[in-house]
């Protein structure tokens, strides 16, 4: 096997070219999440005490969309997305901890 055959298995196997309207399709999809929280934020929706959580909730979409889009998540093998997912869990954990601990005090 000559150097071209390895290099186009190497190539073939980790090519994944998006398209230019997925990236315009996901860029849309940002720019209305960012107004929305902007929306909430700024000309006072009255949501009460949710407009934090919505606004989070909005950021955690804005967020996902990056990591599978434009940082190829989408494309990757399955074991990467377990191990954000472990990731987040422990972030949220621990958030979670030190939130109750500044509540008790």
């Given amino acids: 096997m000559d150097n071209k055959e390895k290099n186009a298995g190497q190539t073939a196997e980790h090519e994944h070219i998006s398209s230019y309207?997925?990236?315009?399709?996901?860029?849309?999809?940002?720019c209305v999440l960012?107004?929305?929280t902007v929306f909430i934020s700024v000309f006072g929706a009255d949501l009460g005490s949710l407009t934090v959580a919505t606004a989070m909730l909005i950021a955690t979409v804005k967020a996902l969309a990056v990591a599978l889009y434009f940082m190829h998540l989408k494309y990757e093998p399955k074991i990467y997305r377990a191990w954000i997912i472990v990731v987040m869990a422990l972030f949220v954990f621990f958030l979670t901890m030190v939130i109750i601990d500044y509540i008790t005090r």
Avoid: D, K, N, P
Wanted: charged share 10%.
């Fill in 21 to 30: 309207a997925e990236h315009f399709g996901t860029w849309i999809a940002l």
């Fill in 34 to 36: 960012t107004l929305m």
